[in-house]
């Protein structure tokens, strides 16, 4: 059965203090790993997807990073509008259905 | 850009009741998907559909049932509702042609009383 483990729970930040969230899987074949941000009541918001080890994918203040275990958002510099949280989802190949991790709830401190 | 329409975004019923979800997808996806959050829970995936024709099926209780229709909408049906029902449902498309990227809609609140 495919898993998702997210770390940490929640993260605290001061504006500015640049961190990495990390997205442990097991899966049976990996189609793809996706990242969403999440607000309070609303739909995930898409925003990468990584295919293979060694993939790396960048937007605005957010990297992402996959290896054959893990995957990282790490986050440079964040601002308030960064706080929401953050939810890692897999899709194995010959399954449509995405199984995502509990999420990271982070918060920016200004 | 044209994003993923679910109505209503809220609702209320009473238990025992029956509510439907309308999901209307990004055009020219073919793939559609139902899933459900629980306060405080990671989104659980209820079903999927690829060009009108059921093609995954997760943890959806059998009071539930859902279908594409001719014009890729989809709508979920939720019967007998009890208070555990009470979730963000969401709806997602994709095209499998075109890199098979999710979106998510926004949600529709149900609240059972």
């Known amino acids: 059965e495919d898993q998702v483990t997210q770390s940490p729970e929640a993260l605290r930040l001061q504006e500015g203090e640049s961190s990495s969230l990390n997205c442990s899987y097991t899966v049976s074949g990996l189609r793809g790993l996706f990242w969403y941000r999440q607000d309070p009541g609303k739909g995930p918001e898409f925003l990468f997807t990584?295919?293979?080890a060694g993939e790396e994918k960048e937007k605005e203040r957010l990297k992402a990073t996959l290896t054959k275990k893990e995957s990282f958002l790490h986050i440079t510099a964040p601002k308030p509008e960064d706080s929401a949280t953050y939810l890692c989802a897999v899709q194995p190949f010959g399954n449509e259905k995405l199984t995502f991790g509990t999420g990271t709830r982070l918060t920016i401190i200004p | 850009a044209a994003g993923v329409i679910q109505s209503p975004r809220h609702l209320i019923k009473e238990k025992r009741e029956t509510a439907t979800l309308k999901c209307y997808p990004i055009?020219?996806?073919?793939?559609v998907y139902w899933y459900q959050q629980g306060p405080g829970q990671d989104p659980q995936f209820l079903i999927s559909?690829?060009?009108?024709?059921?093609?995954d099926k997760g943890s959806i209780p059998d009071r539930f049932s859902a279908q594409q229709f001719s014009d890729y909408h989809s709508e979920l049906n939720m019967s007998s509702l009890e208070l555990g029902d009470s979730a963000l449902y969401f709806c997602?498309?994709?095209?499998?042609?075109?890199?098979?990227?999710?979106?998510f809609g926004e949600g529709s609140w149900l609240t059972v009383v």
């Open positions: 997602a498309s994709s095209s499998r042609v075109s890199g098979n990227t999710i979106y």
């Open positions: 559909f690829y060009e009108k024709m059921q093609s």
């Open positions: 055009p020219r996806h073919d793939t």
């Open positions: 990584l295919y293979s």
